[in-house]
């Protein structure tokens, strides 16, 4: 545990940043110790990400200074990152999945024998003593790929302290893994501390960031608005700071049980029946009524990510039916899903996204034609994009603005926004607030409720229970590809679904 009475390793001082004439930071102050663990909360576009991509070295243009052992330090790329010593993994692993762990790990420095040929032998004997290190017991010579997300992000980390990196910024790190899986990362960010690697931990679970670490530092707007001992607050008191105000009453009624209603009566609008994916689920029955929200819940793994890609025609079941109104769907095509009014938001939004694009692109691509005839006029996109991002309360309503500079959470809007551009009878939902803040999931799923009132059959796939027992009508638990409970008309809490996961 660090005290305050230890010089600062890494500071920041009066940092700004803008984006046009958005303004993302304005004058924040941010300091961290040796050997620290330090989290970093705040709303969706309160600035998080773009501080921590400064200190990447991934924003090189912004105001004020940053200083490494009380010395200002240049900050211009993210190889000049890297010697000074601030590796960054992402929320969304750079890893190359084709490549073995040890391939891995010596990304772009791989040992080399005296003719300038890659030493495998060395690499895989270094790989596999620098992972003992951490206690990280893998077969370096298999593919990424086939090991959990846990050990792939255990790996990218490994990466990161071995090319001597004393800064180590962990971007929402829980936001993919089962309670085991934050377990077994939180001990790992333990050992980093004791061998004095200091860790800055951005999460929007609010409960991690409080279990891991020393200090927490709360963004709001773009300002620093206060940083506290891990010890001295309690969950209530950051959300409230980085919000302004408590939050609504029906998102922190599942720490006490949410009531469901019971299974309605009404005639299916969605419907599966005997679905299979192999390695992925089996055997499975589904039914969704217009205007209700079925959650299907599960740990990393259970299937039901695959599931709803399957519905979406993204993924191609051995077996089963899907109907639609109570017409077949046209298994593994998402153009016949999409014409038939049914909308995917997926976990990873760089497969429903082009990140190098202008939002208005991203916005009218999936219904291009209807929305803006034969012809492209980007007049005529920037405004139909303009109204839809007004409507979902994204923020900056900036059309032209590259949608790589959003946060999280308003790419999430942007998403949404795109495929409210023609009617929406399916709306299905795969961890649609993975990597975001209380507030953030609160203002995403409030869109997700009024698609639900307009008379959408809405599916909710989601590894959180908070987010199921708070917006789900009736609940469906996974394991391991098959159904092991359905809750509907009884209350029932967070421990309950755990225990059928």
Same mark, same amino acid.
């Given at each position: 545990?660090?005290?305050?009475?230890?010089s600062?390793?890494?500071?920041?001082?009066? !940092?700004?940043k803008?984006?046009?004439?958005?303004v993302? /930071?304005?004058?924040?102050d941010?300091?961290?110790?040796? @050997?620290e663990?330090?989290?970093?909360?705040?709303?969706?576009?309160?600035?998080?990400?773009t501080?921590?991509?400064?200190?990447?070295?991934?924003?090189?243009?912004?105001?004020?200074?940053?200083?490494?052992?009380?010395?200002?330090?240049?900050?211009?790329?993210?190889?000049?990152?890297?010697? +000074?010593?601030?590796?960054?993994?992402?929320?969304?692993?750079? %890893?190359?999945?084709?490549?073995?762990?040890?391939?891995? &790990?010596?990304?772009?420095?791989?040992?080399?024998?005296r003719? @300038?040929?890659?030493?495998?032998w060395a690499?895989?004997?270094?790989?596999?003593?620098?992972? $003992?290190?951490?206690?990280?017991?893998?077969?370096?010579?298999?593919?990424?790929?086939?090991?959990?997300?846990?050990?792939?992000?255990?790996?990218?980390?490994?990466?990161?302290?071995?090319?001597?990196?004393?800064?180590l910024? =962990?971007?929402?790190?829980?936001?993919? &893994?089962?309670?085991?899986?934050?377990?077994?990362?939180?001990? &790992?960010?333990r050992?980093?501390?004791?061998?004095?690697?200091?860790?800055?931990?951005?999460?929007?679970? !609010?409960?991690?960031?409080?279990?891991?670490?020393?200090?927490?530092?709360?963004?709001?707007?773009?300002?620093?608005?206060d940083?506290?001992?891990?010890?001295?607050?309690?969950?209530?008191?950051? !959300? +409230? $700071?980085?919000?302004? +105000?408590? /939050?609504?009453?029906?998102?922190?009624?599942y720490?006490?049980?949410?009531? &469901?209603?019971?299974?309605?009566?009404?005639?299916?609008?969605?419907?599966?029946?005997?679905?299979?994916?192999?390695?992925?689920?089996?055997?499975?029955?589904?039914?969704?009524?217009?205007?209700?929200?079925?959650? !299907?819940?599960?740990?990393?793994?259970?299937?039901?990510?695959?599931?709803?890609?399957?519905?979406?025609g993204a993924?191609?079941?051995?077996?089963?039916?899907?109907t639609?109104?109570?017409?077949?769907?046209?298994? %593994?095509?998402?153009?016949?899903?999409?014409?038939? %009014?049914?909308?995917?938001?997926?976990?990873?939004?760089? *497969?429903?996204?082009?990140?190098?694009?202008?939002?208005?692109?991203?916005?009218?691509?999936?219904?291009l034609?209807?929305?803006?005839?034969?012809?492209?006029?980007?007049?005529?996109?920037? $405004?139909?994009?303009? *109204?839809?991002?007004?409507?979902?309360?994204?923020?900056?309503?900036?059309?032209?603005?590259?949608?790589?500079?959003l946060?999280? %959470?308003n790419? *999430?809007?942007?998403?949404? #926004?795109?495929?409210?551009?023609?009617?929406?009878?399916?709306?299905?939902?795969?961890?649609?607030?993975?990597?975001m803040?209380?507030?953030?999931?609160?203002?995403?799923?409030?869109?997700? #409720?009024? *698609?639900?009132?307009?008379?959408?059959?809405?599916?909710?796939?989601?590894?959180?229970?908070?987010?199921?027992?708070?917006?789900?009508?009736?609940? =469906?638990?996974?394991?391991?590809?098959?159904?092991?409970?359905?809750?509907?008309?009884?209350?029932?809490?967070?421990?309950?679904?755990m225990?059928f996961?």
């Amino acid at each position: 545990m660090t005290t305050l009475s230890q010089s600062p390793l890494l500071e920041c001082r009066e !940092i700004g940043k803008r984006f046009g004439g958005e303004v993302a /930071l304005e004058g924040v102050d941010f300091t961290l110790l040796p @050997g620290e663990v330090h989290g970093l909360v705040g709303s969706n576009g309160a600035g998080k990400s773009t501080l921590m991509k400064i200190l990447a070295g991934a924003l090189p243009e912004h105001a004020g200074t940053v200083c490494l052992d009380g010395r200002p330090i240049d900050l211009s790329s993210p190889q000049s990152a890297l010697r +000074h010593g601030i590796a960054m993994v992402y929320q969304e692993l750079s %890893g190359i999945g084709q490549l073995s762990v040890a391939e891995n &790990l010596f990304l772009g420095r791989q040992p080399t024998t005296r003719f @300038g040929r890659i030493d495998w032998w060395a690499m895989r004997k270094r790989a596999s003593e620098q992972l $003992a290190e951490l206690e990280i017991e893998v077969d370096v010579e298999r593919r990424l790929a086939s090991y959990p997300l846990v050990i792939r992000q255990m790996v990218e980390i490994a990466r990161g302290l071995h090319s001597g990196a004393r800064v180590l910024i =962990l971007d929402e790190p829980t936001s993919a &893994l089962s309670p085991p899986e934050t377990r077994r990362l939180f001990e &790992l960010i333990r050992r980093m501390r004791e061998r004095g690697v200091a860790v800055i931990f951005i999460s929007h679970f !609010i409960e991690d960031v409080l279990a891991i670490c020393d200090r927490v530092t709360i963004l709001r707007g773009g300002r620093c608005v206060d940083t506290r001992d891990t010890k001295e607050v309690d969950k209530h008191f950051v !959300i +409230h $700071a980085m919000l302004g +105000h408590a /939050l609504d009453t029906r998102e922190v009624g599942y720490e006490t049980g949410a009531s &469901l209603p019971v299974r309605s009566a009404a005639p299916p609008l969605l419907s599966a029946a005997g679905l299979s994916l192999p390695r992925a689920f089996e055997a499975i029955d589904l039914a969704v009524a217009a205007g209700e929200c079925v959650g !299907i819940y599960g740990f990393v793994g259970s299937g039901h990510q695959e599931l709803v890609h399957c519905l979406a025609g993204a993924l191609r079941p051995a077996t089963g039916q899907i109907t639609v109104e109570g017409q077949s769907l046209v298994l %593994g095509s998402t153009h016949v899903a999409v014409q038939r %009014g049914v909308a995917l938001v997926a976990s990873d939004r760089g *497969q429903t996204l082009v990140h190098d694009a202008e939002i208005y692109k991203n916005v009218t691509l999936a219904h291009l034609k209807q929305s803006v005839g034969n012809w492209l006029a980007r007049g005529r996109e920037t $405004a139909i994009a303009t *109204q839809l991002l007004e409507r979902v309360g994204c923020r900056p309503v900036a059309p032209l603005l590259r949608v790589r500079n959003l946060s999280g %959470g308003n790419q *999430q809007k942007v998403v949404l #926004a795109k495929w409210l551009l023609a009617p929406v009878r399916v709306l299905l939902l795969d961890e649609p607030t993975r990597g975001m803040d209380v507030g953030a999931k609160e203002e995403i799923m409030k869109l997700v #409720a009024e *698609q639900k009132r307009a008379g959408a059959a809405v599916v909710l796939a989601s590894s959180e229970p908070e987010v199921v027992l708070a917006h789900a009508d009736r609940i =469906l638990v996974m394991s391991r590809g098959r159904v092991t409970r359905e809750f509907a008309g009884v209350t029932v809490d967070k421990t309950m679904l755990m225990r059928f996961a």
